[in-house]
């Protein structure tokens, strides 16, 4: 599977944006999505993931309420909806796909994994 992520950009604190994985190559809805993403000096942390129906999701504290992950098998997309963004929500966010059966919040869970898009929100 080639992940490739896009919809970052500069937005000022309250804001939203919308970010963007597209899938190509194996079966995508065959495999659960996640989102991540990676500060300046910090670890990468989990956001939100998604099974391969879209019927079951899970959010990272910080962003529950804030941020909606979805999918659409028929285009082979995956996006995270980004409302009420703080300035502790800048990062690189990176979109990765799972075999497995469940979703997950561990990234040695995700088998492939897209290059990151940088979200930068301005206080």
């Known amino acids: 599977v080639q992940l490739q992520a896009s919809g970052g950009g500069l937005v000022q604190a309250g804001g939203s944006l919308r970010l963007s994985c597209a899938a190509s190559g194996r079966t995508f809805r065959g495999y659960a999505m996640g989102w991540f993403r990676q500060a300046p000096g910090k670890e990468r942390e989990f956001v939100a993931s998604?099974?391969?129906?879209?019927?079951?999701?899970d959010y990272a504290d910080s962003v529950k309420g804030r941020f909606t992950i979805s999918r659409d098998n028929a285009k082979n997309t995956v996006s995270l909806q980004m409302n009420s963004l703080k300035p502790e929500d800048t990062a690189e966010y990176y979109c990765?796909?799972?075999?497995?059966?469940?979703?997950?919040?561990?990234?040695?869970?995700?088998?492939?994994w897209g290059q990151g898009t940088l979200v930068t929100v301005s206080s």
């Open positions: 998604i099974n391969w129906s879209g019927g079951t999701t």
């Open positions: 990765a796909a799972s075999s497995r059966y469940s979703i997950s919040r561990i990234s040695n869970s995700y088998d492939y």
